[in-house]
């Protein structure tokens, strides 16, 4: 369930035998092999990066996210297999006719457990998070008074410099954050085919130009853990994306976090969330399992 993460960036060919990724290095011929099976999410990087058409069958047959990243190296792309899940059916069907006010409350609870884990974020840097703790009581059905973009402001102010503005294009930390969550989502979006879900049909984000709807809402309370990561960062000295950070923002879906009362990776936190999320459209509960930033 958990499975790694493995991030292309030097002239590989990607290659198939006995169900084991064939990694050779163009450079230097030298050759790994990889189980697929132990595999969530692959990082394709460099331009001169070739595979097979039969290595994308497979990735897709093990629910394995695969990630294209651009000609500036930041992810681009998102590939993900179109079953997975054999009581898909039933729960697209659930997912489809959830009602107005499930949503709304769905929307709710995720909005609280994102403020609440950004008050967290800043009490541990010794700031001021009480007044976003408040925000988060504060959060009514379906957000109707925008408590998140409210407490996002607030919460940007503190976390870096005043000047500091978190837009996909700015100046850095932005860059960090941008690569941070396109891991995050894909690993999101994973959990939720996994699950037998629709990651194109949100509870809350809604756009027609956009097949991860319901990724980019159930991602929102774990985004807090990629700035923790980044703000460390920043404290080493490091001020590009280069390959230690990127490294370091993968291993935080690797990492352990708190998930009702206890610890575990959180790759395998994004399948307990998912799956919360499939009970509540199955009317088995009304509440969704979110981590806690501590």
């Known amino acids: 369930m958990v499975g790694r ?5 030097q002239p590989y ?13 163009k450079d230097t011929g030298e050759i790994i092999n990889r189980p697929i099976e132990d595999t969530a999410v692959l990082m394709l990087e460099h331009p001169q990066l070739t595979y097979t058409h039969a290595v994308m069958q497979e990735l897709m047959a093990h629910n394995v996210a695969v990630v294209f990243c651009g000609a500036d190296h930041h992810p681009a792309g998102l590939l993900l297999p ?11 069907k659930n997912q489809i006719e959830a009602s107005l006010p499930l949503t709304k409350q769905l929307w709710q609870q995720t909005v609280k457990a994102k403020i ?10 010794g700031k001021h998070g009480q007044p976003l703790k408040q925000m988060a009581n504060d959060v009514k059905s379906g957000d109707s008074e925008n408590h998140e973009a ?18 996909r294009e700015g100046i850095w930390p932005n860059a960090a954050l941008n690569y941070g969550y396109a891991v995050l989502r894909a690993a999101t979006a994973r959990a939720i085919v996994a699950a037998g879900l629709l990651p194109t049909l949100g509870i809350h984000h809604s756009n027609k130009y956009n097949a991860f709807c319901l990724a980019d809402d ?4 774990y985004r807090p853990f ?7 960062l ?15 923002l993968i291993g935080v879906v690797l990492a352990d976090v708190k998930q009702d009362g206890k610890k575990g990776p959180m790759m395998a936190a994004l399948h307990r969330t998912a799956q919360s999320l499939v009970g509540c459209f199955e009317k088995e509960g009304r509440k969704l399992s979110y981590p806690e930033l501590r």
């Open 150 to 167: 409210r407490a996002a402001k607030a919460y940007w102010s503190q976390l870096f410099l005043h000047e500091f503005r978190r837009e």
């Open 5 to 9: 993460i493995l991030h292309f960036s």
């Open 218 to 221: 159930l991602m929102e309370p």
């Open 116 to 125: 609440l884990n950004q008050a967290a974020m800043l009490d541990s840097l």
């Open 82 to 92: 179109l079953s997975g899940n054999v009581l898909q059916h039933h729960r697209f």
């Open 13 to 25: 060919h990607l290659s198939l035998r006995l169900s084991q990724l064939v990694i050779t290095n």
């Open 226 to 232: 990629i700035d923790a990561e980044v703000v460390e």
């Open 234 to 248: 920043q404290q080493l000295g490091i001020d590009e994306l280069d390959k230690r950070a990127k490294a370091a």
